[in-house]
């Protein structure tokens, strides 16, 4: 039976890994295409040719791409455990977070991870506030979506694993256990749930590859 | 259905950038009614990202009242409203809160599914609506800032780049009457306020986007011939007068 479902992703690529994600947690049979970011495939060229990026997730041959907009897709192409309220109210106020965290927090602390001196000392600023929003945000809850995993929990997840590693690479500390106890209890609950980390990349892995860029930016200087 | 709205008061280059310390009294007496009243929009006159606003109501025929902000000197209500990005626009439904454009957009299409709808009722299509309004706001706004902001080389470049997205939808668009077919919707909504900015783009750039991209001249045609449009987008003369303005406050020639 050919499979409906292929993602087009690179492993240690969170905003692929937010797709599968989403995908696991529907129970949705997909099938994964690797690729090389360096080096990318004609087929993910034609299926993304105006930002040439991963993850392209591809239904009965048809293409979607950008993260955010596939996971919108999943949830409306797939009912079970829905990754969205039903009030359109609190469904603004997701993609709103879920935005908030594209647009600002992750490229702060993305940014906070591989940039020096002043510049870094700016991106960890507003990297902070970032995350005290968030902290703020998540007051009362177990997940950003409630009682269960939602869209912009899905979204948050390379500040439950990637942060973590990238913390490490470049010798900063940002997400601070005295200041977002809500944030690190929320990452707790959110590496219990079997989908996440079945298809979450090893830490080892990601620690070894984000070295390996380092080295390549250092010696480059 | 009679739609009843408080027209804009348009902020001419002439008014003071600091408005009287009066205002600020009369708007926090305002602020407990406008909590709790229906609908209003906090928006600016001259935002493409409010028309987008304005324009999705105007569409589903849906009342609210419309305030214009002092950018300059933010209102308390807005600063509560937004207290994350601080900005316009934002959309208070019953003093609940939505903020950026295209979530408000999706958000009256949600509230009020019963008429003219926005999106398409198929998933793929919706994603793919979804994906090029998406693109407008990640590209036409920067894109069109740096026209008239830059000079020189750096301004041949932003040229370039603007062309270069003209070029993108206007492929999307094809020989259809909307981007999403036969129905007005998203994208055509996300991109038409960007319209009005066009001659201010062509007398501070010499880009002419009817040359670079002819398609798109008819659907504009099209699209202002629609009330709700016709009514949001400001005279691109008054847009124009603004952009020169903002240039002089920036000491930008």
Redesign the interface.
Same mark, same amino acid.
């Given at each position: 039976m050919a499979v409906e479902v292929k993602v087009f992703r690179s492993w240690g690529n969170p905003f692929s890994y937010r797709v599968e994600l989403a995908l696991r947690l529907k129970g949705v049979a997909y099938e994964h295409i690797e690729e090389d970011l360096s080096n990318k495939s004609t087929l993910l060229l034609d299926y993304n040719p %105006?930002h040439k990026k991963v993850p392209v997730l591809l239904?009965h041959g048809?293409p !979607? /791409? *950008?993260s955010l907009? !596939?996971l919108?897709?999943i949830e *409306?192409?797939w009912q079970e455990n829905p990754i969205l309220p039903k009030d359109? #109210?609190e #469904? /603004? %106020?997701a #993609? $709103?977070w879920c #935005? $908030?965290l594209d647009d600002k927090c992750l490229v702060a602390l993305w940014m906070s991870c591989w940039t020096e001196g002043e510049t870094q000392q700016n991106f960890m600023e507003q990297a902070k506030e970032c995350l005290h929003?968030l902290e703020e945000e998540l007051k009362g809850k177990k997940f950003f979506g409630g009682d269960s995993i939602g869209m912009v929990d899905i979204a948050a997840s390379s500040i439950a694993h990637w942060l973590g590693v990238l913390e490490e690479v470049a010798g900063i500390s940002l997400l601070d256990e005295e200041k977002y106890p809500n944030l690190c209890k929320w990452t707790e609950e959110f590496l219990k749930s079997d989908a996440v980390m079945e298809c979450l990349p090893k830490r080892a892995n990601l620690l070894a590859l984000f070295q390996t860029r380092k080295q390549a930016i250092s010696s480059v200087k | 259905m009679p739609l009843r709205v408080k027209a804009p008061r348009p902020l001419l280059p002439t008014e003071p950038i600091s408005p009287p310390a009066t205002k600020h009294r009369e708007r926090s007496i305002w602020m407990a009614e406008g909590e709790n009243k229906g609908l209003v929009l906090l928006d600016f006159w001259v935002s493409p990202f409010g028309q987008r606003c304005r324009i999705a109501l105007a569409e589903k025929g849906v009342e609210y009242e419309y305030r214009e902000e002092n950018l300059r000197d933010k209102s308390p209500l807005l600063l509560k409203s937004n207290p994350v990005h601080k900005k316009i626009p934002v959309l208070i439904d019953h003093g609940r809160p939505v903020c950026e454009s295209l979530n408000i957009v999706q958000y009256i299409d949600e509230k009020w599914p019963d008429r003219a709808p926005l999106l398409p009722a198929d998933s793929y299509a919706r994603a793919q609506a979804r994906f090029w309004a998406d693109l407008v706001d990640k590209k036409m706004y920067e894109s069109g800032t740096k026209l008239w902001k830059l000079k020189g080389e750096a301004q041949e470049e932003a040229k370039k780049e603007f062309i270069e997205i003209l070029k993108l939808l206007e492929g999307e668009l094809g020989d259809k009457k909307y981007f999403g077919g036969d129905t007005f919707g998203l994208v055509d909504i996300a991109l038409v306020p960007f319209t009005a900015w066009f001659y201010s783009y062509e007398a501070c750039a010499n880009l002419s986007a009817e040359k670079e991209a002819p398609k798109l001249v008819p659907w504009v045609k099209r699209c202002r011939e629609r009330e709700s449009v016709s009514k949001s987008l400001p005279d691109p003369l008054k847009v124009y007068e603004f952009v020169c303005f903002l240039k002089k406050v920036y000491g930008i020639e």
């Open positions: %105006v239904h048809k !979607i /791409a *950008e907009l !596939i919108e897709y *409306e192409t359109p #109210r #469904r /603004a %106020v #993609r $709103f #935005r $908030f929003l | -």
